[in-house]
C-alpha cells in the first residue's frame, strides 16, 4: 500500500506530513511502517489535542470560579468594613453616654453634699424646728423628689446602656458568623488553587510531550525533507514524462524513486533521458528532470563515492573531451555561455562518464 493509499482516509494535513515522514524512514521499502502504526500515531496526536482542549476549558472555569471567589470576598470585606464602621459609632456613642452618667453621678453627690448641709443645718436650730416645720417638711420632701428623680435618672441611663450593650452583644454571633464564613472562603479559594495548580502541571506535561512530538517530527523531515521534495517533483511532471521514466522508476513511492534513481544503471539513463530533453528543448518539464536528477545523483554518490558532479561554469573554456555543444550555441568554440546540464565523472579513473550540455 502507497503513502497516497493511505493519505486517502486522512484529513489533517500535519498527520498526512507525519506520516509521509515516518513512512521515509529507510531508504528501502522493507522497512517502511504500516498502516497500524500510521493510524496509532492520528489517535495518539487526536488523543493530546483532546487533552490539551479540554485542560483549557477546566483552566478557563477555574478562572471563572477564582474571580467569582474574589468578588464575593470583596463584598465580604466591605460588609465587615461596614460592622467594624457601626461598632465604632456604637462605642462612640456609650463613651458620651458614660460621660453623662459621669456627670450625673456627680451631680447627685452635690446633691448629696447639699443634702448633709441641710441636715446639719437643721439640727443646728432645732430650737427653731417648730417654726421651720413647714418649711423642713417642704424641703424634706424636696429632697426626696430629687432623690427619686436621681434614681429615676439613674435607672432609666442604666436601661439605655445595657439596651446598647445588648445591641452590641447580638451582633457579636451575627460577626463571628461572617468570620467564620470568611475563613470557609478562603479555604476554597486555596483548594481552588491547589486544583489549578495541578491543571498547569499537567499543561505543562501536555505541552512537554507535544514539543517532543514535534522535535521527533522536526527530526524526520530534516531526515527525508530530500526525499519528500523528490516525490513532489516526480508528481509535478506531466503524464507523458512519466511515462517516459517508467523504466527507471519501478516504484513511484518516495522510497521507490529513491531506491530506483540511486542504482548505477538507472542514474546513467535518468541522465540520458535528462540530456535528450535538453537537445531538443521541448519539454516544458526539463527543469524539474534536471533538478530530480541532480538530487537523485547527490543521493547516489552516497552509495558510490567514487562518482561526482564536473566542476562546470560558465567563463570555462570549452573542451570536447569534458563538454558537448547545444544546437542552440553561436560559436563553434570558445568560452562556456551557460551550462544546462552537468555531466560526471569517476574520480578514481578521471573518466568523464557522462559529459555536460553547454551553450557557447
Not at 459609632?89 to 448633709?116: A, G, W
Not at 452583644?169 to 475563613?183: A, G, H, T
Not at 560559436?331 to 565523472?345: A, F, P, Q, W
Request: charged letters at 35%; hydrophobic letters at 35%.
Amino acid at each position: 500500500m502507497t503513502i497516497d493509499d493511505l493519505l486517502v482516509h486522512l484529513d489533517d494535513p500535519k498527520v498526512q506530513d507525519k506520516i509521509k515522514s515516518i513512512l521515509m524512514d529507510n531508504a528501502t521499502l522493507e522497512n517502511s511502517p504500516s498502516k497500524d502504526d500510521v493510524l496509532e500515531l492520528e489517535q495518539n496526536n487526536k488523543g493530546l489535542e483532546i487533552k490539551n482542549s479540554r485542560l483549557e476549558d477546566c483552566i478557563s472555569n477555574k478562572d471563572a470560579e477564582i474571580l467569582e471567589l474574589e468578588q464575593n470576598n470583596k463584598a465580604l470585606k466591605s460588609t465587615n468594613e461596614t460592622l467594624e464602621e457601626s461598632i465604632s459609632n456604637l462605642e462612640d456613642r456609650i463613651s458620651v453616654k458614660d460621660t453623662e452618667l459621669s456627670s450625673l453621678e456627680q451631680k447627685n453627690e452635690v446633691f448629696k453634699s447639699e443634702n448633709e448641709t441641710l441636715k446639719e443645718r437643721v439640727s443646728s436650730v432645732e430650737v427653731c424646728i417648730s417654726n421651720k416645720e413647714s418649711e423642713l417638711s417642704a424641703l424634706e420632701q424636696k429632697n426626696e423628689v430629687f432623690e427619686n428623680h436621681n434614681e429615676d435618672m439613674i435607672k432609666w441611663l442604666k436601661a439605655l446602656i445595657l439596651g446598647k450593650y445588648t445591641e452590641i452583644s447580638d451582633s457579636s454571633p451575627e460577626i463571628v458568623q461572617l468570620k467564620n464564613k470568611l475563613s470557609e472562603l478562603e479555604a476554597k479559594i486555596d483548594d481552588k488553587k491547589n486544583e489549578l495548580k495541578l491543571a498547569l502541571k499537567k499543561e505543562e506535561d501536555t505541552k512537554e510531550k507535544l514539543n517532543k512530538s514535534d522535535k521527533k517530527l522536526d527530526w524526520y523531515r530534516e531526515q527525508f525533507s530530500e526525499d519528500v521534495k523528490i516525490q513532489d517533483i516526480y508528481n509535478d511532471l506531466s503524464d507523458i514524462s512519466k511515462g517516459s521514466l517508467g523504466g527507471i522508476f519501478k516504484s513511484t513511492t518516495a522510497s521507490g524513486l529513491v531506491a530506483c534513481g540511486i542504482q548505477e544503471k538507472n542514474i546513467g539513463n535518468l541522465w540520458e533521458y535528462a540530456k535528450n530533453e535538453v537537445v531538443s528543448d521541448k519539454n516544458p518539464d526539463i527543469k524539474n528532470i534536471i533538478d530530480l536528477f541532480n538530487i537523485l545523483f547527490s543521493r547516489f554518490t552516497l552509495a558510490f563515492p567514487m562518482y561526482e558532479v564536473q566542476n562546470v561554469a560558465s567563463g570555462d573554456e570549452f573542451d570536447t573531451q569534458l563538454h558537448i555543444k547545444h544546437n542552440s550555441s553561436q560559436n563553434m568554440s570558445g568560452t562556456i555561455e551557460l551550462v544546462l546540464l552537468r555531466g560526471y565523472l569517476n574520480t578514481k579513473t578521471d573518466k568523464v562518464i557522462k559529459q555536460s550540455i553547454v551553450r557557447i
